[in-house]
């Protein structure tokens, strides 16, 4: 509650200071375990300007040739705390850290580092999570609401909003990524020797997982029901609830940058937007209307026809190849198909990932749900045939969301927003009951406690 309020008195603040208010809320995701943990950010905002401004911007302008693409050795920036008492372990994963770090900054250019918080711990011990199969999860730390050139507001992973060098600067979080790693796990390292039958790669495990962090990330997901019922875009007016009884308002589901370039493929002859149904699905309710409570919000959109919609979603989510990435500037032969063969629908697995059969055994293996036991990063690359870790497609995938490459060295980039002015803030209004009085027939809840956005997992199914 105490950071709800600093954010409105802050937010207030800005508009009376600067009438050019150009930040939707961003978010803050400091667990990738707990997704749901996410909360609005108390900083967000803008850094303070120069004084000058007209001056300043032209002296920007002609800097922009001049910036100089970071060393791969200096990209990345870890934090990395250790959590097992075995030091020569400690120093192994935070050598592997360095290794994928340089392996992405070989292939992006990079001009902002990326901080990455990462930590390798125990996760039964310090996360509960004790069946093993979690080998790795990780999310951008922070997103920022930019404007895409579709006249949408979606949610940047910091990493790659800093990228963009964007003026006035957005307040930064500490890091762009957030990620943990599974110390239980039988893990290979570099320099162990020959990878054992039930061993994984930690190099390949931390360069999956900062892929996730750099944006390779879907806001749809399963977010109401245990069972797979709704697939929708991230429901951000539900954050702050904690009952289901808490007035809310409506804001309407929001999309990540991944979003906007994927694609519907149930209709082979004509694929559609994913953003056209998240309109769809948002027009149930018109934007800004107050709900006396979640549970009334949830029952009206349940029978509302735009549910149709998003259950027949979360069919296609379970169907093979029924979603796509669609990268800029190729032909719809070279959509990249993502994880739709799950069922039921898995999240955390489901759609945030490439399709595992198109791409067990392909150049473009990295983004799969689930790490290959017994083969190490260079192994798997010789075995698919692939030239380098991050393949052709993955590339393209980068470069589509605004990560310049020597081949791509203008990449698309979305601009700041100040659609915040007109849609309202995500915060409850009013009071939360404590009154315990469960409504009836609830077909739809929200999980308040979903697991595991983004995880590499170490089952290995058979596909
Ligand atoms: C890094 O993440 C961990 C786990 O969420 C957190 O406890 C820690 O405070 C973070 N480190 C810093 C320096 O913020
Ligand atoms: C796509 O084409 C445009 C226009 O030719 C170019 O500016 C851009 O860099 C290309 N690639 C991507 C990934 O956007
Ligand atoms: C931002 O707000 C200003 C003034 O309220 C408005 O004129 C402008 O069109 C808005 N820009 C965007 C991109 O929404
Ligand atoms: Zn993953």
């Not at 307040?171 to 110390?183: C, E, L, S, Y």
Request: hydrophobic fraction near 40%; aromatic fraction near 10%.
């Amino acid at each position: 509650m105490k950071t709800s309020v600093s954010f409105i008195l802050l937010f207030l603040l800005s508009i009376s200071i600067d009438s050019i208010i150009v930040d939707a809320e961003c978010w803050e995701r400091p667990n990738p375990l707990k997704p749901f943990e996410k909360k609005i950010s108390s900083v967000c905002g803008l850094q303070k300007k120069t004084k000058g401004k007209l001056t300043a911007d032209v002296g920007k302008e002609s800097q922009k040739d001049e910036i100089n693409s970071l060393a791969a050795k200096e990209a990345f920036k870890f934090d990395f705390s250790c959590g097992v008492p075995d030091k020569v372990l400690c120093t192994k994963a935070e050598n592997a850290f360095k290794a994928a770090g340089e392996i992405i900054a070989n292939v992006i250019i990079l001009v902002t580092p990326i901080t990455v918080n990462a930590t390798f711990t125990d996760f039964c011990k310090a996360l509960n999570e004790c069946d093993g199969t979690i080998l790795g999860a990780a999310s951008a730390a922070r997103t920022i609401p930019l404007l895409d050139d579709d006249k949408v507001v979606r949610q940047y992973p910091q990493a790659l909003a800093k990228q963009f060098l964007l003026d006035p600067t957005p307040k930064w979080g500490p890091f762009d990524i957030q990620a943990f790693f599974n110390a239980q796990a039988d893990l290979f390292f570099k320099g162990d020797g020959v990878i054992k039958k039930n061993q994984f790669d930690f190099e390949y495990i931390i360069l999956h997982e900062l892929i996730h962090g750099l944006g390779f990330a879907s806001a749809w997901n399963n977010y109401f029901s245990e069972q797979p019922v709704a697939l929708t875009p991230d429901p951000n007016f539900l954050e702050s609830i904690t009952d289901l009884n808490q007035p809310v308002k409506f804001t309407g589901f929001e999309e990540t940058a991944f979003d906007k370039y994927m694609i519907n493929t149930r209709d082979k002859g004509a694929p559609k937007r994913m953003t056209e149904f998240t309109n769809e699905i948002n027009s149930f309710a018109e934007i800004g209307t107050d709900f006396p409570s979640v549970q009334a919000l949830l029952n009206t959109f349940a029978d509302s026809k735009q549910f149709q919609t998003s259950s027949q979603l979360i069919l296609d989510g379970q169907t093979p190849k029924t979603m796509a990435f669609q990268p800029r500037n190729v032909s719809s032969n070279d959509m990249v198909f993502l994880e739709t063969n799950l069922k039921p629908f898995r999240v955390g697995s489901s759609i945030s990932h490439v399709d595992i059969k198109s791409f067990n055994n392909d150049p473009d293996f990295l983004e799969v749900f689930n790490a290959k036991p017994g083969q190490t990063l260079e192994q798997v690359l010789k075995a698919t045939g692939g030239k380098y870790p991050i393949g052709p497609k993955l590339k393209s995938v980068l470069e589509t969301l605004g990560y310049a490459t020597k081949e791509n060295p203008n990449p698309y980039r979305p601009t700041l927003s100040n659609d915040s002015m007109s849609t309202p803030s995500n915060l409850p209004i009013g009071k939360a009951t404590n009154d315990q009085s469960t409504s009836s027939a609830t077909s739809l809840t929200f999980s308040f406690n979903i697991l595991s956005l983004l995880v590499i997992l170490a089952a290995t199914l058979s596909f």
